[in-house]
C-alpha cells in the first residue's frame, strides 16, 4: 500500500508499505472530476496546477492537524497503468477504507457560505450532493468507523456519526451499518439494494465497487458489461453461502442466546465483577498473558460469566479484533467434541469477515462437505485455522471456549490446539472455562502465557453475584405468584442463607417454587435442603416415591450406562427395561438393541433408489427412519460383550442364537444404515472385536 506524507515545504512524497507496516494513516473519499491528479504526475512532479491539487493539499492539512503523518488519495496512490496493480486495489479498496484512521469526505458541491447548523439550506445542499450517487462511495461511507464531511472550503460539516439520520434518510442504509455492524447481517438482497440508485462512469464498475461489501475477491474484466459482471459476483457470494452453509453445525451466537434464555436471562451484576479481577486485567491487558482459564466447581455460573464476558469484549475490543466463541454441552452431540469447537469457531470468523472463506475454499472445493465431517476433519480444520492465524491482513484475535469439560469426544487434542496456539503471538488471546479437572490442568499447564482465575478463590464476589441473582429470581416469582412483602421476604432471606454461592442451586429450587401458591411457599421452603448433593437427593427421592418411579429408574440405569448421551428417539427402546446389575442392563440393551435394528432396518432405507450415491448427496430424510436406532447400530456389540454373564452370551453367540439369525437376515442392512450415519469404520471395529472374542 502506498502512503502519501506532507514534508511541509509544500510536497507530497509516495512510501511503499508492507501490510504488516502500515502506520495509522487518513483516508480521502471524494468524487472524480475533470482535473486529477495521477500517480504519473507525482512521479513526475507535475500536476500542482490541476484542481485536484487542492483536494491533496486539503486532506494533508487535516491530516497533520489529526496528527497523523500519512493519508491516502486514490487518484495518485494506485498505478492504475498496471492492471494487475488496479486490480489489487479494487479488491483491497474496503479494506484499506475499514483500517483508516480517519476518513475525509470532501464534497465539492457543497459551499461554505451554506454551511451552518441552523440553516436549512446546509441540509438541503447536503442531500443533494452528487457524492450520494456514486457507486464507489458506499464503501467509502460504511467501511471506516471515523468519516467526517467537509465542504469546498475544507470546513468541517459534521461525521457519519452526528449525521447519521439525514445519511440514513439520503441512502436507506440501516443505522446499524452506518455504526459499523458486521455486513453478513444484512441480507444479499438488502446489500444489493444500498447500489441500485448509485451510477459509476464504467458499467462494470457498480459490480465491482460491491466487492468490499460481501467481501469476495474476483478478477476485473473491463468490457464483459454490467450484466456479466454481476452475474460473476452472484456466482461468488452463492459459492461462499455455500462453504458458510456446510461449515456451519451450529451458530455459537444462537447457542449463546438458547443457554441465556435457558437460564433467565443475563445479569450484569452477576459477571461484572470478574472484569475487574487483577487475572482479568493482566489477560486483557499484558502483552505476555494470552491464555486465562477460569475454573470452578459445577453451578458456580462459569458459563453466564464468560456470555458476560463476550458482551463486554464486544463493546470494547477495537473493530479490527475478531471476536469467536463457542459453547459445549456433554448433553447435545452437535456441540460436545472438539471437531465441533473447531468449526464453531472458524465458522464465527469467517462470517464476521467472509474474505477468510478463501483458507477453507482450498479445500472445500475438492472435498465438499465431507470436508468438515469425515474422518480427517479434525486434521483438515486445524490446517484451517493455522492458515487463518497465519493471515497477515488480520490485526488480532480473541477466542472463548465454555465449559472444556463438557467436550466429550477429543479433549486432549483441543488443549492441545489451545494450548499451541496460545503460545503463536500475542495477537492470539485465549479464554477458557472448566471445572477444576487434574487432567485439564496438566493440559493447560503447558502454555507458558497464561493466567487463571479460581472462582472458589474469589468466594466473596461469586457470592455477591448470586445474591444479585437472587434478588431477579424472587422479583420474577414474587410479580407472577403475588407473593405479599413478608413470603417475598422470607424466599429471599433462605435462598440468601443457604446458596453457598452456587447458581445452580438457586435456579433449582426457584425452579420448584414455580406454580407454587404464594401462601404455600415458606411451607415448602424447608423442603429444599442446602447444597448441590442435598438437592439431588431430595430430587432423586422425589422420583423413587412418584407413579414414574420404574420408568425413571429405568432411564437412570440405561444413561448410567451407554457409551454416549441418547437421545429421545432413542431412549424408547431401552425404558422399559427393569435396572439390574450392569452386566443384566448391558444384556438387556443389546438384546433391544437386536429387536429395534430387526424392526427398522432395511434394504434402501432411505428410498434413495440410487446405489452408489455419494454420502454427502445423502440428504436425511425427516423424519429419519434411523432415528430410533442409530445407537443400537453402533454400540450393540459393545454392550454385549461388556456383558459378564457367560452363559447368556455364549447362549447368544452360538450357531442358530440371536446374533446368528440377526447377522444373517440383516447383515447387510446394518451396514447400509451405518453408511448412512457415516459411522461405517466403527462398524468394522466391533466385528473385528467380535471375531477377536470369538476366537
Known amino acids: 500500500m502506498r502512503l502519501l506524507h506532507y514534508n511541509g515545504d509544500g510536497e507530497f512524497s509516495l512510501t511503499e508499505f508492507f501490510e504488516t507496516d502500515i502506520p495509522e494513516y487518513a483516508i480521502l473519499s471524494h468524487t472524480w472530476e475533470g482535473e486529477e491528479v495521477t500517480f504519473e504526475d507525482l512521479q513526475n512532479g507535475t500536476g500542482t496546477k490541476k484542481a485536484g491539487y487542492e483536494k491533496i493539499r486539503f486532506c494533508a492539512e487535516q491530516a497533520k492537524r489529526d496528527d497523523l503523518q500519512y493519508f491516502w488519495v486514490d487518484t495518485c496512490c494506485i498505478d492504475k497503468s498496471s492492471s494487475a496493480e488496479l486490480a489489487e486495489a479494487i479488491n483491497s479498496m474496503f479494506r484499506w477504507y475499514r483500517t483508516s484512521t480517519k476518513c475525509y469526505v470532501y464534497l465539492s458541491d457543497v459551499s461554505r457560505t451554506a454551511v451552518n447548523t441552523y440553516d436549512q439550506g446546509w441540509e438541503s445542499a447536503f442531500r443533494k450532493s452528487r457524492w450520494f450517487t456514486r457507486g464507489w462511495t458506499l464503501q467509502e461511507l460504511i467501511a471506516p468507523t471515523s468519516v467526517e464531511?467537509?465542504?469546498?472550503?475544507?470546513?468541517?460539516?459534521?461525521?457519519?456519526?452526528?449525521?447519521?439520520?439525514?445519511?440514513?434518510e439520503i441512502t436507506g442504509i440501516p443505522k446499524s451499518a452506518l455504526q459499523g455492524a458486521y455486513l453478513s447481517q444484512f441480507s444479499d438482497k438488502e446489500r444489493y439494494s444500498w447500489i441500485q440508485p448509485r451510477q459509476t462512469k464504467v458499467e462494470e464498475d457498480k459490480a465491482y465497487s460491491l466487492l468490499g461489501i460481501f467481501d469476495v475477491q474476483m478478477p476485473l474484466r473491463y468490457?464483459?458489461?454490467?450484466?456479466?459482471?454481476?452475474?460473476?459476483?452472484?456466482?461468488?457470494?452463492?459459492?461462499?453461502?455455500?462453504?458458510?452453509q456446510d461449515l456451519r453445525l451450529s451458530d455459537p451466537r444462537d447457542d449463546k442466546t438458547r443457554i441465556e434464555d435457558t437460564k433467565g436471562g443475563l445479569l450484569e451484576g452477576s459477571?461484572?465483577?470478574?472484569?475487574?479481577?487483577?487475572?482479568?486485567?493482566?489477560?486483557?491487558?499484558?502483552?505476555?498473558?494470552?491464555?486465562?482459564?477460569?475454573?470452578?466447581?459445577?453451578?458456580?455460573?462459569?458459563?453466564?460469566?464468560?456470555?458476560?464476558?463476550?458482551?463486554?469484549?464486544?463493546?470494547?475490543?477495537?473493530?479490527?479484533?475478531?471476536l469467536s466463541y463457542f459453547f459445549c454441552q456433554a448433553t447435545d452431540s452437535r456441540i460436545n467434541n472438539a471437531t465441533a469447537v473447531l468449526r464453531g469457531l472458524i465458522y464465527?470468523?469467517?462470517?464476521?469477515?467472509?474474505?477468510?472463506?478463501?483458507?477453507?475454499?482450498?479445500?472445500?472445493?475438492?472435498?465438499?462437505?465431507?470436508?468438515?465431517?469425515?474422518?480427517?476433519?479434525?486434521?483438515?480444520?486445524?490446517?484451517?485455522?493455522?492458515?487463518?492465524?497465519?493471515?497477515?491482513?488480520?490485526?488480532?484475535?480473541?477466542?472463548?471456549?465454555?465449559?472444556?469439560?463438557?467436550?466429550?469426544?477429543?479433549?486432549?487434542?483441543?488443549?492441545?490446539?489451545?494450548?499451541?496456539?496460545?503460545?503463536?503471538?500475542?495477537?492470539?488471546?485465549?479464554?477458557?472455562?472448566?471445572?477444576?479437572?487434574p487432567s485439564i490442568e496438566k493440559s493447560l499447564n503447558k502454555a507458558t502465557q497464561k493466567a487463571s482465575l479460581l472462582l472458589e478463590l474469589n468466594e466473596k464476589s461469586v457470592s455477591a453475584a448470586v445474591n444479585t441473582y437472587i434478588q431477579s429470581k424472587v422479583d420474577s416469582l414474587a410479580t407472577e405468584y403475588e407473593y405479599d412483602n413478608n413470603t417475598r421476604g422470607a424466599v429471599q432471606s433462605y435462598l440468601s442463607a443457604n446458596a453457598s454461592g452456587t447458581f445452580l442451586w438457586v435456579a433449582l429450587v426457584c425452579q420448584e417454587l414455580a406454580g407454587i401458591s404464594g401462601w404455600e411457599v415458606e411451607e415448602m421452603l424447608s423442603a429444599f435442603p442446602p447444597g448441590l448433593d442435598a438437592v439431588y437427593m431430595r430430587m432423586i427421592k422425589q422420583i423413587s416415591i412418584s407413579r414414574a418411579a420404574k420408568r425413571c429408574n429405568s432411564i437412570l440405569a440405561v444413561v448410567s450406562i451407554v457409551y454416549r448421551p441418547i437421545t429421545l428417539d432413542e431412549l424408547p427402546s431401552f425404558v422399559d427395561m427393569p435396572p439390574r446389575s450392569s452386566d443384566d442392563i448391558n444384556y438387556a440393551i443389546f438384546s433391544r438393541s437386536l429387536q429395534v435394528m430387526s424392526r427398522t432396518l432395511g434394504r434402501d432405507v432411505y428410498s434413495l433408489r440410487t446405489p452408489g450415491i455419494p454420502i454427502d448427496q445423502v440428504k436425511q430424510p425427516d423424519p429419519d427412519p434411523l432415528a430410533a436406532a442409530r445407537y443400537s447400530c453402533q454400540y450393540w456389540i459393545s454392550h454385549l460383550l461388556d456383558?459378564?454373564?457367560?452363559?447368556?452370551?455364549?447362549?447368544?453367540?452360538?450357531?442358530?442364537?440371536?446374533?446368528y439369525s440377526f447377522l444373517c437376515r440383516s447383515f447387510l442392512y446394518w451396514l447400509e444404515a451405518l453408511s448412512l450415519m457415516k459411522s461405517l469404520p466403527d462398524g468394522i471395529v466391533m466385528i473385528t472385536k467380535l471375531e477377536n472374542w470369538l476366537i
Request: net charge positive; proline share 3%.
Open 643 to 659: 456383558c459378564h454373564t457367560s452363559e447368556d452370551k455364549n447362549k447368544t453367540l452360538q450357531d442358530g442364537g440371536s446374533v
Open 223 to 244: 468490457g464483459e458489461g454490467m450484466a456479466n459482471a454481476f452475474k460473476r459476483l452472484e456466482e461468488e457470494i452463492d459459492k461462499f453461502n455455500k462453504c458458510l
Open 149 to 168: 464531511f467537509f465542504c469546498r472550503e475544507s470546513k468541517r460539516i459534521g461525521s457519519k456519526s452526528s449525521l447519521e439520520q439525514q445519511i440514513h
Open 271 to 322: 459477571y461484572h465483577w470478574a472484569l475487574e479481577t487483577s487475572d482479568f486485567q493482566q489477560w486483557r491487558n499484558s502483552p505476555q498473558t494470552w491464555l486465562l482459564w477460569i475454573k470452578g466447581d459445577p453451578g458456580k455460573g462459569k458459563t453466564m460469566l464468560l456470555c458476560g464476558i463476550i458482551n463486554e469484549l464486544k463493546k470494547s475490543i477495537p473493530k479490527s479484533t475478531l
Open 348 to 437: 464465527l470468523l469467517v462470517d464476521k469477515q467472509p474474505s477468510l472463506i478463501s483458507h477453507v475454499r482450498k479445500k472445500y472445493e475438492q472435498a465438499g462437505k465431507a470436508l468438515f465431517e469425515d474422518a480427517n476433519a479434525w486434521v483438515a480444520l486445524c490446517e484451517i485455522f493455522a492458515n487463518i492465524l497465519q493471515n497477515s491482513k488480520l490485526n488480532s484475535m480473541c477466542f472463548i471456549v465454555d465449559a472444556l469439560d463438557e467436550c466429550v469426544a477429543d479433549l486432549p487434542k483441543l488443549l492441545d490446539l489451545i494450548v499451541q496456539t496460545s503460545s503463536i503471538s500475542p495477537r492470539i488471546k485465549w479464554i477458557v472455562s472448566s471445572r477444576n479437572w
